[in-house]
Nanobody, 124 residues
Framework: QVQLVESGGGLVQAGGSLRLSCAAS???????MGWFRQAPGKEREFVAT????????YYTDSVKGRFTISRDNAKNTVYLQMNSLKPEDTAVYYC??????????????????WGQGTQVTVSS
């Protein structure tokens, strides 16, 4: 199992940028990682995933070209660089580790370890 702690959230104006970090303990490099978000009154939704070695990434359509997921296995950290932020990006952002070392996919059910979340608020 992997333990996860997010940081880097905050309040930013529309068009601004934030970088989220997720520090992991445990066998981090063995797991695919993902970022999800949950806005008030809405279900948790997929944002981006990255493979164990960082050579494959996948994004939801609404963030393509604006967000970049990356990882540093030497530092046990996964990042989400968010540029050109929009008010509709406002949510609690969660990082997550894949349910098993063989699991791929981007559904909530594909991920078994979750951080506590970090709030991102984008003002218009």
């Amino acid at each position: 199992q992997v333990q996860l702690v997010e940081s880097g959230g905050g309040l930013v104006q529309a068009g601004g940028s934030l970088r989220l970090s997720c520090a992991a303990s445990g066998p981090f490099s063995s797991y695919g990682m993902g970022w999800f978000r949950q806005a008030p009154g809405k279900e948790r939704e997929f944002v981006a995933t990255i493979s164990r070695r960082g050579d494959n990434t996948y994004y939801t359509d609404s963030v393509k070209g604006r967000f970049t997921i990356s990882r540093d296995n030497a530092k046990n950290t996964v990042y989400l660089q968010m540029n050109s932020l929009k008010p509709e990006d406002t949510a609690v952002y969660y990082c997550a580790a894949a349910r098993t070392i063989w699991t791929t996919g981007h559904r909530v059910a594909d991920f078994g370890s979750w951080g506590q979340g970090t709030q991102v608020t984008v003002s218009s």
